[in-house]
C-alpha cells in the first residue's frame, strides 16, 4: 500500500518539473526556417549500472547516477530523425512510415505520435505561434526491435529537438536537449528519466550525476577504456533479442510503488545498484576486462531486488540456454524483455554466434546485433 502523501509528493515533483519548464522557458522564434532540410542521426545507449536512479521520485529525493555507453548498432546509427519545411500550414508527423498531421492536443499516450505532441508542447511551438509554413517531422529506427530497453524513445525525443533547434536555428545546448526530453517525459505521462538521452547525446562510456532537487542538473564525467575493456566491447559484446517486448512504463510504475512504499528490498537494490557505478567505474580505470563482466552480471542480479517485473519465466530461461556461450549477460533498460547485453566467451565468434542463433532460438524472430562503441568523427 502507498502511502498516499508520498504519492502526493511525487505528483507534486511532476507538476513543478513541468511548470518550472514553461516558466523559464525562452521565447524562440518559429517564424522563418534556418535550414529547409535536416537530418540527425544517433546511437542507441546501453546502460550498465545505477538503472532507475534517473528516475522520478528517486533522483529527486536523492539525486541519481548512471554509467552507460553510446554504441552504433551493426556499424550505423539506427535512430535517425529528419526535420523539413512544406509549402502548407499543415505539422506533419512520421514514423517509421505511419504519418499523421498535427492536431491540437495530446494525444492517446498509447500512440506512436504521442511523443511528437510532447515535443511541440515542450518547446512552445504548438501553443504559441501560427506558422507562415509548415513542416514535417519525421522519425525511423532501423533493424532494432519495438520495445527494446534501448532508450529507443527518449534518443528520438532528442533527435526531434535537436532537428528542431537546426530547422528553426534555435541554438540549443546539449544541456537544454537534456532537460527538454526529461520535462517531454512528464509531459508524456512515462515517468521516464535523463539516462537515455545522455547516453546518446554523450559519446563513448561516461557516468552522469544529479544532485537532489526538482531541477535536475545533469554532470558528465567521460570515461577513457584502455585496450581490454575497448576489445571487450568492439569485439565481443553484443546485443541478443529475447523476444518479449519491453514497456518501460509497467516496470517503472512498479519500481516506483515500491519505492514510495518504503519496500526494504527494492531500497536495498536502489542502494546497491547506485554504488555498482563505483564498481564498474574502478573496472574501467584499471582496464579490468573480468571485473566489467562481473559487475555486467551483478548489475542483472540487483534489478530483481528493485523490481520482480525485470524477468519474464521466457528471458529466465533464455539467460540459462545463453551461459554456454557468454560470460556476461544483463537485460537492457528497466528489463521485462527487449534485448540482453552479453559480453560472449573468449572461444565464441561473434559472427558465428550470430549465424548460429536462429538454430538455438528459433522463436526469437530477430538477429543479434554487433556493437561499437560510438564517438563522434
Not at 539506427?78 to 499543415?90: F, G, K, L, Y
Not at 547525446?201 to 532537487?213: E, F, T
Request: aromatic share 10%.
Amino acid at each position: 500500500q502507498i502511502k498516499q502523501h508520498h504519492y502526493g509528493r511525487y505528483l507534486e515533483y511532476r507538476k513543478h518539473i513541468v511548470s518550472r519548464h514553461f516558466e523559464s522557458l525562452p521565447v524562440f522564434d518559429f517564424s522563418h526556417f534556418a535550414q529547409t532540410k535536416v537530418q540527425v542521426n544517433l546511437p542507441l545507449r546501453v546502460n550498465l549500472a545505477g538503472t532507475w536512479t534517473d528516475a522520478m521520485p528517486y533522483c529527486i529525493d536523492r539525486g541519481g547516477k548512471m554509467l552507460n555507453m553510446a554504441v552504433t548498432c551493426e556499424g550505423d546509427l539506427p535512430i535517425q530523425v529528419c526535420a523539413e519545411s512544406m509549402e502548407n500550414r499543415d505539422i506533419e508527423f512520421e514514423i517509421n512510415g505511419k504519418r499523421e498531421i498535427f492536431k491540437s492536443g495530446i494525444q492517446n499516450e498509447l500512440s506512436d505520435f504521442n511523443l511528437f505532441y510532447a515535443v511541440l508542447k515542450t518547446i512552445g511551438l504548438c501553443d504559441a505561434y501560427k506558422l507562415e509554413s509548415g513542416f514535417r517531422l519525421r522519425a525511423c529506427v532501423k533493424g532494432i526491435d519495438r520495445g527494446s530497453g534501448l532508450g529507443v524513445s527518449s534518443i528520438v525525443l532528442a533527435g526531434c529537438f535537436m532537428a528542431l533547434d537546426k530547422l528553426f536555428g534555435l541554438s540549443l545546448t546539449t544541456e537544454q536537449i537534456v532537460s527538454f526530453v526529461f520535462v517531454a517525459e512528464q509531459v508524456m505521462g512515462t515517468g521516464g528519466g535523463w539516462q537515455d538521452q545522455v547516453g546518446a547525446l554523450y559519446p563513448g562510456l561516461k557516468v552522469s550525476a544529479s544532485c537532489p532537487g526538482i531541477e535536475q542538473r545533469i554532470r558528465v564525467l567521460p570515461l577513457k577504456p584502455g585496450d581490454n575493456i575497448r576489445h571487450l566491447i568492439n569485439n565481443k559484446s553484443i546485443l541478443i533479442p529475447t523476444g518479449v517486448q519491453h514497456f518501460g512504463k509497467s516496470i517503472v510504475g512498479d519500481v516506483m510503488q515500491r519505492y514510495l512504499a518504503d519496500n526494504e528490498e527494492c531500497l536495498f537494490g536502489f542502494e546497491k545498484i547506485y554504488k555498482l557505478n563505483d564498481a564498474f567505474i574502478q573496472a574501467i580505470e584499471s582496464d579490468n576486462a573480468d571485473a566489467f563482466c562481473a559487475c555486467v552480471n551483478l548489475h542483472s542480479s540487483i534489478l530483481e531486488n528493485i523490481s520482480h517485473q525485470t524477468s519474464t519465466i521466457q528471458t529466465e530461461q533464455m539467460a540459462r540456454a545463453l551461459q554456454p556461450y557468454v560470460k556476461a549477460l544483463s537485460l537492457c533498460g528497466a528489463g521485462g524483455g527487449g534485448y540482453f547485453y552479453a559480453v560472449l566467451r573468449d572461444e565464441i565468434n561473434r559472427e558465428d554466434f550470430k549465424n548460429n542463433f536462429k538454430t538455438l532460438f528459433p522463436s526469437v524472430g530477430s538477429a543479434p546485433k554487433k556493437i561499437e562503441l560510438y564517438y563522434e568523427k
